[in-house]
C-alpha cells in the first residue's frame, strides 16, 4: 500500500504544468534483475545489482536495457541505489543513464536519472537531460514509468529520427 501511494504522489507532482518551451517524453520499462549481496557485521548489506530489459517511449521509439551497479541497505532498512544503465533503441543508439534513488524500501520507490553519454545524433542536446522515475517490483521484475523534460526543439529532433 505504501508504495502504491509513493507512485499516486509521483504522478500528482509530475503532473505541473509543463512550459511552452518544454515537453515531456515518458518511458515505459520492464526488466528482470538479479541481486548478489553479502551483510556486513554491522548489519549493512551490500549488493551488486543487474537487469536486462525492454522498453517503449511516447515518441514510438523502443528498445532494450541493461542496468548494473550497487544497492547498499544500511540497518535501518534505508537504501541506495548507485546504478548506469545502458539503452539501445531500435535504431542501435545507445543512451547510457545515471540511475539514483535512496529510500527505506527496495520493493518500489521513487528516483532520478540522469543521461551521461550518448551515441544518438543532438547527443548534445541529449547529455545532461535529467527525469524522474517511479518502480515497482513484482519478484524481481520491474516495471518502471520515467518522465524525461526535454526542449520543444530536441522533442521534434527525436520524433523525426524515431519516424525514419
Do not use: Q
Not at 6 to 18: D, E, K, Q, R, Y
Not at 26 to 47: Q, Y
Request: one cysteine or more; glycine letters at 6%; hydrophobic letters at 35%.
Amino acid at each position: 500500500m505504501k508504495t502504491f501511494l509513493t507512485l499516486i504522489i509521483f504522478f500528482f507532482i509530475s503532473n505541473v504544468v509543463i512550459s511552452n518551451e518544454t515537453k515531456e517524453i515518458i518511458m515505459k520499462s520492464h526488466s528482470t534483475s538479479d541481486l548478489k549481496s553479502f551483510k556486513l557485521e554491522n548489519g549493512t548489506s551490500f549488493s551488486s545489482y543487474m537487469s536486462e530489459g525492454s522498453w517503449e517511449d511516447s515518441l514510438g521509439n523502443y528498445g532494450l536495457s541493461k542496468c548494473m551497479g550497487t544497492v547498499t541497505r544500511m540497518p535501518n532498512n534505508d537504501i541506495n541505489l548507485n546504478i548506469m544503465c545502458e539503452s539501445t533503441d531500435k535504431n542501435g543508439h545507445k543512451s547510457w543513464s545515471a540511475v539514483k534513488r535512496s529510500g527505506s524500501s527496495m520493493a518500489g520507490g521513487i528516483g532520478y536519472s540522469e543521461i551521461v553519454d550518448s551515441t544518438a545524433p543532438y547527443k548534445d542536446l541529449f547529455i545532461g537531460t535529467k527525469c524522474k522515475y517511479a518502480t515497482n517490483y513484482l519478484k524481481n521484475v520491474s516495471f518502471t514509468i520515467t518522465k524525461c523534460p526535454v526542449s520543444n526543439d530536441l522533442y521534434t529532433k527525436l520524433l523525426d529520427l524515431v519516424e525514419k
